[in-house]
C-alpha cells in the first residue's frame, strides 16, 4: 500500500474522478479524517458534498469489510481502513471490468451485480478437485526420450533413410517402434477428448527431437510437484497426444483451448504462429496465460548439450555448441568475428570458451524474452473480446513459481497489489500478481481511449 492519502483523495481515488470542490471545502472535509468514524449515511454525505454518487448499505459494507451483507451500525474507523477498502474495491473493479468509474457506478447501485462479482472472486475450495473421480479412459504415458516419435519430422527422415537404403536396420527398427507409439499417441487424443475435465492447457512449439523431450519433462515435473499432485486436475500435454489430421488436429486443440481454466505456454528457443495463436485466444477468452521462460543459465545450457548429444552421438560436441549458437543467435554467423572463426575451422576451435559464448548467448535471449511479454510487447496485455478488460501474461522463471501459480489459478486464489505509474503526465493503474509479479489487469491513463473504449464495449454496437 502507498503512502497514506488524504480523506478527499481516497473518495477520488475509489470513484476515479476528481471533485470540483474549492480548495477550503476540500481542507474542510479533510479534517473529518483526523478522527475519522463513518457510518454509511455519513458516507454518503461526504460523497454528496463532494459531488459524487451515493452508494448503497451493501456496497459500503464491502469497503468496511469484504463482506455484502450489512451489519446495523457499521462502520469505517481510520483513514487506514479506508485505504484497505477503496483498494480492495479497486482490484475487484480491475479483475472485473478494467475501468474503476464505470465499475463503481455499476457495483454501487446493483445489490445483484455486486454480489455476482465477490462471489465470483472467492477462492474454491481443493475439494473441487479433490472428490472428483478418475476418468473412464487413462493417458498411457509415453516416456520423454521416446516423445518425439509423435513429430512429424522424424517419420520424413526414418522414410528417407529406407528409400536410400533399404537395408538400414536401424531404421527399419526405429520405424517400426514408431507406429507403437504413434497407437498409444492416437488413444490418449481419444482419451483428451473424452474427459469431462480439462484445467490446464499446454502450448508449445516442437519440431526437432530434444525439444519433445525437454517439453514432456517440464510438464511431467510441474504436475508432480506436490501443491498440484494432490489436486485430480487434468491437462493436455502435447507430448502424449497425435492426431495424423492437420483439420482435425486444429479443430480438436481449439476445443481445448475453449475448456482449459488457463493455459501454460512454453517460451523456447524460437516461438511458432500457431503457439503464439493460443496464447492469444486464451487471454482473448479472458483467461489467464502463465508463461514459462527457462533462465537459461549453465545448468540449462548443459541439459540441452546433454539431450543433443545422446540424440546425435555421431555428431562432435563442438558442432552441437556451433549449432546451438546458430539457433540461438543467427547473426553471429555474421559480425561476431570469434564465432566466424570457429566455423571456418572447427578443429581448432576452443570448446571451452564456444561453451560459455554458448551460455552467455541463451541467458540474454531468455532473459530479452522475458523482459519482451512482461514490459515491452505491446501483445503481452490483450483484451477479452466480450467484456473489454486488458489481460496479461504471467511471467515465470522456475518450475516451482509455475506450480504454485498454476494452483492459485485453478482455486480462484491468486493475490494481487495495485500499482500506479505516470506516463506523460498522466496515471496508469496496473494490478500485478503477486508470484509472477506481471501486469495482470491495467487501466489506460489515456482519458480519450479510456472514453472511447468503454463507450464502445459497454453500449450496443448500430
Same mark, same amino acid.
Given at each position: ?9 481516497l473518495?477520488e481515488?475509489m470513484?476515479d474522478d ?7 471545502? /476540500? *481542507?474542510?472535509?479533510?479534517?473529518? !479524517?483526523?478522527k =475519522?468514524?463513518? @457510518? ?6 461526504? &460523497?454528496?458534498?463532494?459531488g ?7 456496497f459500503?459494507?464491502?469497503l468496511?469489510d ?5 451489519k ?22 480491475l479483475?472485473w471490468f478494467?475501468n ?20 465470483d472472486t472467492?477462492?474454491?475450495?481443493k ?5 472428483r ?8 504415458n509415453?516416456?520423454?526420450e521416446?516423445t518425439?516419435?509423435l513429430?512429424y519430422l522424424?517419420?520424413d527422415k526414418?522414410k528417407?533413410?529406407?528409400?536410400k537404403?533399404?537395408?538400414d536396420?536401424?531404421a /527399419? *527398427?526405429?520405424?517400426?517402434?514408431? !507406429?507403437e507409439? =504413434?497407437?498409444? @499417441?492416437?488413444?490418449n487424443?481419444l482419451a483428451? &477428448?473424452?474427459?469431462?475435465h480439462?484445467?490446464v ?9 530434444h525439444?519433445y523431450?525437454f517439453?514432456?519433462?517440464f510438464v511431467?515435473n510441474v ?5 498440484l499432485?494432490e ?6 500435454d502435447?507430448?502424449?497426444?497425435y ?5 482435425d488436429?486444429?479443430l480438436?486443440?481449439a ?5 482449459a ?18 496464447l492469444a ?10 508463461a514459462?521462460?527457462p533462465?537459461?543459465?549453465k545448468?540449462?545450457v548443459d ?13 562432435s ?18 559480425n561476431?568475428?570469434?564465432?566466424m ?8 576451435t ?5 561453451k560459455?559464448h554458448?551460455y ?9 524474452r ?9 501483445l503481452?496485455i490483450?483484451?477479452?473480446?466480450i467484456?473489454?478488460?486488458a ?6 522463471r ?16 491468486m493475490?494481487?497489489e495495485?500499482?500506479?505509474k505516470?506516463?506523460r ?12 509479479k ?5 487501466k489506460t ?8 473504449f ?9
Amino acid at each position: 500500500m502507498n503512502k497514506q492519502k488524504d480523506l478527499v483523495i481516497l473518495f477520488e481515488t475509489m470513484v476515479d474522478d476528481k471533485s470540483s470542490i474549492a480548495k477550503p471545502k /476540500r *481542507t474542510e472535509i479533510n479534517k473529518i !479524517g483526523d478522527k =475519522l468514524m463513518l @457510518g454509511h449515511s455519513q458516507f454518503n454525505e461526504i &460523497l454528496l458534498l463532494l459531488g459524487f454518487d451515493r452508494v448503497y448499505p451493501g456496497f459500503f459494507q464491502y469497503l468496511v469489510d469484504g463482506t455484502i451483507d450489512y451489519k446495523d451500525g457499521s462502520a469505517i474507523e481510520s483513514l487506514q481502513a479506508l485505504e484497505k477498502g477503496v483498494e480492495r474495491f479497486r482490484t475487484l473493479a480491475l479483475l472485473w471490468f478494467g475501468n474503476i468509474k464505470f465499475a463503481f457506478k455499476a457495483l454501487s447501485k446493483d445489490p445483484y451485480e455486486l454480489e455476482l462479482k465477490v462471489t465470483d472472486t472467492r477462492p474454491w475450495k481443493k475439494s473441487y478437485y479433490i472428490s472428483r473421480h478418475p476418468p473412464i479412459s487413462d493417458i498411457d504415458n509415453i516416456p520423454a526420450e521416446k516423445t518425439y516419435f509423435l513429430g512429424y519430422l522424424i517419420a520424413d527422415k526414418l522414410k528417407e533413410r529406407i528409400r536410400k537404403d533399404k537395408n538400414d536396420l536401424e531404421a /527399419r *527398427t526405429l520405424y517400426k517402434e514408431m !507406429g507403437e507409439y =504413434l497407437k498409444i @499417441g492416437k488413444k490418449n487424443q481419444l482419451a483428451y &477428448l473424452s474427459s469431462d475435465h480439462l484445467d490446464v492447457y499446454v502450448a508449445t512449439s516442437m519440431r526437432l527431437e530434444h525439444e519433445y523431450i525437454f517439453v514432456s519433462r517440464f510438464v511431467a515435473n510441474v504436475f508432480s510437484k506436490p501443491i498440484l499432485s494432490e489436486l485430480k486436475i487434468r491437462w493436455f500435454d502435447p507430448t502424449q497426444a497425435y492426431c495424423d489430421d492437420r483439420i482435425d488436429k486444429g479443430l480438436s486443440e481449439a476445443l481445448m483451448l475453449k475448456r482449459a481454466k488457463c493455459t501454460l505456454y512454453l517460451v523456447q528457443e524460437s516461438d511458432t504462429f500457431g503457439k503464439d495463436s493460443e496464447l492469444a485466444s486464451t487471454l482473448a477468452q479472458g483467461k489467464p496465460v502463465v508463461a514459462y521462460v527457462p533462465h537459461g543459465n549453465k545448468k540449462y545450457v548443459d541439459g540441452l548439450l546433454s539431450n543433443l548429444k545422446k540424440l546425435n552421438p555421431k555428431k562432435s560436441e563442438i558442432d552441437i555448441v556451433l549449432e546451438q549458437l546458430e539457433v540461438f543467435k543467427p547473426s553471429l554467423a555474421w559480425n561476431d568475428k570469434k564465432v566466424m572463426s570457429w566455423l571456418s575451422d572447427r578443429n581448432n576451435t576452443n570448446l571451452a570458451e564456444a561453451k560459455k559464448h554458448l551460455y552467455e548467448v541463451v541467458k540474454k535471449h531468455y532473459d530479452k524474452r522475458a523482459d519482451t511479454l512482461t514490459e515491452t510487447h505491446p501483445l503481452g496485455i490483450q483484451v477479452n473480446l466480450i467484456s473489454g478488460v486488458a489481460n496479461g501474461v504471467l511471467v515465470v522463471r522456475n518450475e516451482s513459481d509455475c506450480a504454485k501459480l498454476i494452483h492459485s489459478i485453478l482455486l480462484n486464489d491468486m493475490k494481487f497489489e495495485i500499482c500506479t505509474k505516470v506516463v506523460r503526465r498522466e496515471k496508469y493503474v496496473y494490478l500485478r500478481e503477486t508470484i509472477s509479479k506481471s501486469i495482470f489487469r491495467v487501466k489506460t491513463g489515456d482519458r480519450l481511449l479510456d472514453n472511447s473504449f468503454w463507450n464502445f464495449y459497454t453500449e450496443p454496437q448500430y
